[in-house]
T-cell receptor, first 119, second 114 residues
């Protein structure tokens, strides 16, 4: 099956620094990727839709200047948490659909997640 | 707005027992319904999906789910639990057609006891 890889899988940083998380589709192209945030023992909350070659679409309540998303190629989207604070500590998960599949079957492939801890 | 509700944040069963994880969607029939499984510190893996082709959907690892419009439900079942089934399970829905967005339920943690 299709593989989505995230890097790093875990990161610890100091408050005030910025952290970049990469999401790659390894064996398919993805014009659209999605970024989710998951707090401990809670569900996944959609943060934004990453569109290749254009601006990301953010969900209501998500600060676009805080969570910078770049989708520069068909296989890579990055999420940068700027000036991170302890409340940004979370599990960040990306997902993508193979752009080559016809129609919207709704099958998304998820990365393994990136755990961010801000001290 | 489309949403899903998962009743029971924790479910415990004995190995070999029936697994039943509940999911109800909001009143309007959603385009697609899904069940995903998440193992600790991992991403999500698709178990099965409903796309209106058939009301009983069979997925991987022996799981299946039945779409019941009259009950607005899409409960996940497995006849006989295995220790390896212990994980977090999420029901999800697409809010409309022509979108890959997923709206997730709050999740149900399944524990399997020997």
């Amino acid at each position: 099956g299709a593989v989505v890889s995230q890097h790093p899988s875990w990161v610890i940083c100091k408050s005030g620094t910025s952290v970049k998380i990469e999401c790659r589709s390894l064996d398919f192209q993805a014009t659209t990727m999605f970024w989710y945030r998951q707090f401990p023992k809670q569900s996944l909350m959609l943060m934004a839709t990453s569109n290749e070659g254009s601006k990301a679409t953010y969900e209501q309540g998500v600060e676009k200047d805080k969570f910078l998303i770049n989708h520069a190629s068909l296989t890579l989207s990055t999420l940068t948490v700027t000036s991170a604070h302890p409340e940004d500590s979370s599990f960040y998960i990306c997902s993508a659909r193979d752009s080559g599949t016809r129609g919207l079957t709704g099958e998304l492939f998820f990365g393994e997640g990136s755990r961010l801890t801000v001290l | 707005a489309q949403s899903v509700t998962q009743l029971g944040s924790h479910v415990s069963v004995s190995e070999g027992a029936l697994v039943l994880l509940r999911c109800n969607y909001s009143s309007s029939v959603p385009p697609y319904l899904f069940w995903y499984v998440q193992y600790p510190n991992q991403g999500l893996q698709l178990l099965l999906k409903y796309t209106s082709a058939a009301t009983l959907v069979k997925g991987i690892n022996g799981f299946e789910a039945e779409f019941k419009k009259s009950e607005t439900s899409f409960h996940l079942t497995k006849p006989s639990a295995h220790m390896s089934d212990a994980a977090e399970y999420f029901c999800a829905v697409t809010p409309s057609y022509n979108t890959d967005k997923l709206i997730f339920g709050t999740g149900t943690r399944l524990q399997v006891f020997p």
